[in-house]
């Protein structure tokens, strides 16, 4: 969810009112989601490179967090979204920890759409706690090096349980990963967009799935392999 800075400069405001403003593309797209019968969508909403921001933005991105929690609690438990993160959240602000704890479990129970919000998160980090854990696995005697699947370091990764993204939706126009699901992105298909996300509606979502749908997933193998004649 890219371009909140740029576009609150353009509005000649502060780098938090474009933040501030990104919270109705949120509930756009997330309405939009499970109004198509989507399962899962990710929303990379602070990175660990984040933290090196201007401390008033931090604050100000950690407050914006809690109050959308308490504010938006009604809607998720209206359209049954079940609210999960990825990250090493221990890093948030208590009160932010406890609201997002709150948060979860109240949701728990959906069967909706799961959201899953990656905060204080980092494709590096989860990858590399992965490997930490094998390796205290192998240590422990419960596991051969040689035996290691690429399930077994799923298993041990942030998104154990959830399917790999199907379509990565970059906005503003960049042109890089960022360090998200470094992992899980490897056969996702990508679309990149110029739209700064403050202004990304349920309309922009509706172009992003058309073109995943023109696409042709073949996951190394032939057209001719997934589409035999005769």
């Given amino acids: 969810m890219d371009g909140n800075g740029r576009w609150a400069k353009k509005k000649g405001a502060l780098r938090i009112f474009g933040h501030r403003n990104a919270i109705q593309s949120v509930k756009d797209v997330t309405e939009a989601c499970g109004e198509l019968g989507i399962k899962y969508l990710t929303l990379y909403a602070f990175s660990t490179e984040n933290w090196g921001r201007p401390k008033e933005e931090v604050d100000g991105l950690m407050e914006l967090l809690v109050n959308t929690l308490k504010k938006e609690i009604k809607t998720l438990m209206d359209n049954r979204v079940k609210l999960k993160t990825i990250g090493d959240t221990s890093h948030l602000p208590q009160e932010c ?3 997002l704890q709150w948060a979860k479990d109240t949701t728990q129970g959906n069967e909706g759409l799961t959201l899953i919000l990656a905060l204080s998160y980092s494709g590096r980090w989860e990858i590399t706690e992965a490997v930490k854990k094998l390796a205290n696995e192998v240590k422990k005697g419960n596991l051969e090096p040689s035996a290691i699947t690429d399930k077994d370091i799923e298993n041990y990764l942030e998104t154990s349980g959830i399917p790999d993204p199907e379509l990565l939706i970059r906005t503003s126009g960049e042109l890089r990963i960022s360090n998200f699901l470094l992992w899980q992105i490897a056969y996702s298909e ?3 967009t110029p739209t ?4 990304f509606r349920k309309e922009n979502l509706y172009e992003a799935i058309w ?7 073949r996951f190394g193998k032939t057209s001719e392999q997934l589409n035999p004649v005769g």
């Fill in 196 to 199: 700064l996300w403050p202004d």
């Fill in 97 to 99: 920890q406890n609201n």
């Fill in 211 to 217: 073109s995943y749908q023109q696409r042709e997933r």
């Fill in 190 to 192: 990508l679309y990149i």
